[in-house]
């Protein structure tokens, strides 16, 4: 009876909370000469957080925001698109950016396996590359 009761605590709290799912945000990257149109993704749970997220992206970054909303609702277009994430991890020095496009490793090893690590500056790039490629590779 104590387990039946429990489990239909956990079956309301989980009707309450949205689930988690991606979002797209189109935005326009001011510069001197032209405007940069981009589209990012994140995940958020439902139109509240998402929206924070979005607002404190435009604060960090003074970026135009032109539109947001989930990714399911965007059209076929963006369906089966690789879209960069909002926010990146660079896999050498581990700071959190947002300020450009990540540049991938993309080395192919001797087991052609593709490295899928992600740089915030071709300085991280070629460091990862020196450390994990080159000098394990001897």
């Known amino acids: 009876m104590i387990s039946s009761l429990v489990m239909l605590d956990n079956e309301a709290e989980s009707d309450d909370q949205p689930l988690v799912e991606y979002w797209v945000i189109a935005f326009i990257k001011p510069r001197r000469d032209k405007r940069y149109f981009t589209y990012r993704q994140f995940l958020a749970k439902g139109y509240y957080e998402a929206f924070d997220i979005v607002m404190t992206f435009a604060e960090k970054t003074s970026n135009e925001i032109l539109w947001f909303k989930e990714k399911r609702n965007c059209g076929k277009e963006f369906q ?6 909002l926010e990146s991890i660079c896999t050498f020095c581990n700071k959190e950016f947002n300020y450009n496009e990540p540049i991938k490793c993309n080395f ?10 992600e740089f915030c500056s071709l300085k991280c790039k070629e460091e990862h590359f020196y450390f994990k490629h080159v000098r394990q590779g001897r």
């Open 80 to 85: 089966g698109k690789v879209i960069p994430n």
């Open 108 to 117: 192919k090893g001797r087991s052609s396996t593709m490295c899928s690590s």
